[in-house]
């Protein structure tokens, strides 16, 4: 074993020095591609953070498991989230199925007007309201959520309710158990609006699927696929938004290049998304089957974590890796949105958006610029979903 002892960095693939994952996670990827960790229990968990070892655990689902029933038997007493990540074949091919066709390029074209009139929606309000202004609060966050509407098929007068269900469960402030409840509710709302598109479907994916699916599919399941979408959707490109932009701020000759430029922006994108890494680690894996992996004995049901920011900063990814470069060759190989058959199905829709909100917000507002010291912003601590408390910004 190397000069990390077992357990010495249980929370090490979730803490950031602003923009970078810290310097203990390239020194393990370094030396230690399989690490080993202790969580309560005296369980041992495995940390895997090289590029190509990530690559290969979460494009193994023969020996590696998603099942969510893996963490019950860790002790867990939650109930099932539903959803895709938590599923295995055959169950997980079955309902991906369903929704693969409509996360298609042709399929998210039809999106692509009402993301840009949502997006200048909110433009036209931060302008009204005027400067300065939290840019999260009143961009970051609601673009998203509202996005999710579009795409689901939220009834328009319904939205704000859906806009403050939807954020509240990311809102860790008021403690666990009122975050819990936030997910109840939503899930409720969903159930509810699953079972009226049941009665007459409409245009948005749930009456999609009704009309095409719905002998196949039941409300419960819908309902958890609809929440998967969600809590997928909603966080992560919220912190991509702000981590983004706060990015594009301190790099004004990237920005200057993306407001002149049209096309110029899905290369910042794709490799904006690689040096964020927002989602910090893939959903858990669990061993099928006792094994030697990386040179260590992984024994059946352990878990293994695979680091997705410590794997797109892996140094054989090429030079500067620890700098965002928009040309480089690598930039759309990361693995932001993981890999596999459980790679992110939102993925373009994710990748619409910022090619969408990131020019918009820089030519409406010229002079954006933070309105605190750079010190001043506040960053999420040990968090999965990785990202800003506040970006006050001015102009």
Request: charged share 25%; aromatic share 8%.
């Amino acid at each position: 074993m190397s000069e990390y002892e077992l357990s010495e960095f249980p929370l090490v693939q979730f803490m950031r020095e602003k923009f970078d994952p810290v310097a203990e996670l390239a020194r393990i990827r370094g030396e230690q591609p399989m690490f080993p960790m202790n969580i309560p229990g005296d369980q041992t968990v495995w940390l895997v953070t090289r590029y190509e070892d990530v690559r290969a655990v979460l494009g193994d689902h023969e020996r590696f498991s998603n099942d969510f029933g893996n963490i019950i038997g860790l002790g867990s007493n939650q109930d099932d989230p539903g959803g895709l990540g938590f599923r295995d074949p055959p169950e997980h091919t079955r309902l991906r199925k369903y929704l693969t066709p409509e996360f298609t390029m042709r399929r998210l074209r039809r999106l692509e007007p009402r993301i840009e009139g949502i997006v200048t929606e909110y433009l036209d309000q931060m302008e009204a309201k005027g400067s300065p202004t939290d840019l999260v609060e009143d961009f970051c966050l609601p673009i998203p959520s509202l996005v999710v509407c579009e795409l689901l098929g939220v009834p328009y007068e319904e939205r704000k309710d859906f806009l403050r269900l939807s954020t509240n469960r990311f809102d860790f402030s008021a403690g666990p158990e009122a975050s819990i409840q936030a997910v109840n509710d939503a899930m409720a709302y969903l159930t509810d609006l699953v079972a009226r598109e049941r009665e007459k479907p409409g245009d948005g994916l749930l009456g999609t699927l009704l009309r095409e699916h719905g002998d196949e599919l039941d409300d419960r399941t819908l309902a958890s696929m609809a929440d998967g979408l969600l809590t997928g959707g909603h966080d992560t490109s919220t912190s991509m938004l702000a981590l983004g932009t706060l990015w594009l701020l301190e790099n004004p000759a990237v920005a200057d290049k993306v407001r002149a430029e049209e096309s110029y922006i899905v290369d910042v994108v794709e490799e904006l998304l690689r040096y964020m890494s927002v989602v910090q680690v893939a959903f858990p894996r669990f061993a099928r089957e006792d094994m030697e992996f990386l040179g260590q004995k992984v024994t059946k049901g352990q878990l293994v974590l695979c680091s997705l920011s410590g794997a797109n900063r892996d140094p054989g990814l090429g030079a500067d890796i620890d700098q965002v470069r928009p040309e480089r060759p690598t930039a759309s190989s990361h693995l932001a949105f993981g890999h596999g058959i459980h790679r992110c199905i939102g993925a373009p829709l994710a990748q619409m958006e910022m090619r969408i909100a990131f020019p918009a917000l820089l030519r409406r507002f010229p002079g954006l610029r933070l309105n605190v010291a750079p010190d001043e912003v506040a960053f999420r601590k040990l968090a999965i979903v990785y990202g800003l408390e506040a970006l006050p910004v001015a102009w």
